[in-house]
């Protein structure tokens, strides 16, 4: 059963490929790791005082945070808005473009892809639409200025590419 939702919410919104990758993390938790943790919590538990038994104590610790992370998965993945389709005006920022950024005195070249919170990976370069970054450049184009407040100040930059094309492997 799926629930949407509150109206007050805001949407947590994905890419497939995100989804798939949540789906893949729960999938795996709970069909290879938690069956495996309780076989060797079992045997731990076999060989007695159970209070001085490392291998128990962790194992009892570890079956916790895997149940943990399985309810937030469960509970996240019936939240999450999978965007499949690209946007009509391709030309605009919007969530899953990939954007390239110069910042005003052309020492800062920047380039990401605009995802849910869910999927930030700084080594992918994937920014959460909640960043100021992304909120600041969503439904600009190729040749706008935008200031975006940072941590180090507001700076401006000037949008040099959007596209919606994934990248080629590195």
Known sequence: MRTSPTPSAPRALITPAGYLRL??????????????????VSEAAAQGDRSENAEYIYGKK???EIDRRVR???????????????????????FGAWVEVESEDGRECLKFRIVGADEIDTELHHISINAPMARALLGRRAGDEVWVERPAGRT?????DVNYELPAPM
């Open 62 to 64: 570890r079956l916790r």
């Open 156 to 160: 401006c930059f000037y949008v040099v």
């Open 23 to 40: 789906q893949q993390e729960l999938d795996h938790l709970w069909r290879m790791e938690r069956p495996a943790i309780t076989r060797s």
């Open 72 to 94: 937030f998965l469960r509970k996240r993945l019936e939240m999450l808005e999978v965007i499949r389709q690209l946007p009509e005006d391709q030309s605009r920022i919007y």
